[in-house]
């Protein structure tokens, strides 16, 4: 079997009759038929063939037939965003009166899913401790059908046991989804451990440069049928265009993980013994709570770092004000090294009691390491700590 560098690289639509190197951008809405009875067998699916670009399109299924080798499941969805992804991953395989457990440290918007919008339809959920492994079999229900979760964790970096999550899930008879965003395919596959459906914000590193929009379900053939059924008419599609982006960002994937991972890892080491610091926190940090698990699953620590600095939320304001280069943007994963507050940006949703159940001080800052040189990174980091006093 090729490896993940070639496969992100060689796998490509079918080439057309112009005979192109790289595969096109088919900005199309629909597609024609030759008879009247090739239309009829399609949309009866006796046939396979391109339809409405809201169902299918050649980029979309370039794109899903990349990650899915990646991955190592059998098919998979493409959606419009992330999120669209996440929710797409749960309502199409749930239904009234269904109970979702979850792990507790989740990204903000797909926890106002479990404990906002789901509710409205009867479909509950209840939040399980990583720290709790053990007591995880008294929070199944009867009619719980769905483990969800989330590791590395946005924006802790907990890390969850995926074997005991694959064992727990066929014990319980489950549906066990992971969200493979901080680890990407190319660091973690999820599927391999038992994982029935895998989602990613391809927004992140799977871009890679804070470009475009999309997500992507992954997962068993019979489980994507379903999600494939909701996705055709509830249309998240992912546009075309996206997804020439994000299956040409894929081919780079492997080398700008490893230069994140590495810059990361670097940025964690010079500042896990600095005095205005309380704590740093990396997967593969051997002081990471979990550090022998991350090794264990994942093939490097990501390109995510959080930094918990001393003094309350005036000191963090005036050290993320003092960055000069870094940028001020709740998204990760970019070329560029980003820092985020978490508190009062992408988890302020939550209220301060939930926030600190998942480890979000005031203090917490998230940074995702980019592509720069490690030095500059370091130093602007650095600086502003020192300004920021």
């Known amino acids: ?35 009247a009875e090739e239309a009829r067998q399609m949309f009866a699916d006796e046939i396979e063939g391109n339809i409405y670009s809201r169902y299918a399109n050649p980029n979309t299924a370039e794109l899903i037939q990349k990650v899915c080798a990646a991955e190592g499941t059998d098919d998979g969805v493409a959606t419009a965003s992330g999120m669209a ?15 979702i457990l979850a792990s507790r440290s989740l990204f903000g918007s797909t926890h106002q899913l479990l404990t906002k919008v789901f509710p409205k339809w009867g479909i509950t959920s209840t939040y399980g401790d990583i720290a709790d492994f053990q007591n995880w079999d008294k929070l199944v ?32 008879d489950l549906i066990l989804v992971v969200d493979n965003c901080f680890a990407t395919p190319y660091l973690q596959q999820p599927a391999k451990w038992g994982a029935h459906i895998v989602t990613h914000s391809a927004t992140k590193f799977i ?3 804070g470009r475009v929009l999309g997500g992507l ?71 990471h709570p979990q550090y022998d698990l991350a090794i264990k699953q994942m093939k490097a620590g990501g390109g995510i770092v959080t930094l918990t600095l001393k003094g309350g939320l005036s000191r963090v304001k005036n050290f993320i004000d003092n960055l000069q280069m870094l940028s001020i943007t709740p998204n990760l994963g970019d070329s560029r090294s980003i820092v985020t507050h ?16 998942v480890g979000i001080t005031d203090g917490l800052i998230r940074i995702s390491v980019g592509l720069e040189h490690h ?5 602007d980091i650095e600086r502003a700590l020192e300004k920021s006093k």
């Open 342 to 357: 978490p508190a009062s940006t992408t988890h302020s949703k939550l209220s301060e009691e939930e926030r600190k159940k």
């Open 207 to 209: 871009d890679g440069q």
């Open 217 to 287: 379900i992954l997962g068993q053939q019979s489980l994507i049928d379903e999600v494939t059924y909701f996705a055709r008419h509830t249309g998240p599609s992912m546009s075309p265009f996206n997804a020439w982006v994000l299956s040409k960002s894929l081919e780079t994937l492997a080398v700008r993980m490893d230069r994140h991972c590495a810059n990361a890892l670097k940025l964690a080491e010079y500042f896990q013994d600095n005095k205005a610091l309380e704590f740093v926190k990396y997967p593969f940090l051997p002081g």
């Open 85 to 99: 992804a996440m929710f797409g991953s749960m309502a199409a395989l749930l239904q009234q009166g269904d109970h």
């Open 375 to 379: 030095e500059d990174i370091i130093q």
């Open 141 to 172: 229900q009867p009619n719980t059908k769905m483990l969800f979760l989330e590791t590395p964790s946005n924006p802790g970096l907990e890390i969850i046991d995926l074997e005991w999550a694959g064992k727990f899930a066929a014990a319980h």
């Open 1 to 35: 079997m090729p490896h993940f560098e070639t496969e992100a690289i060689r796998l490509s639509s079918t080439k057309s009759n112009q005979r192109e190197h790289s595969s096109p951008i088919y900005l199309t809405s629909s597609f024609t038929f030759e008879s």
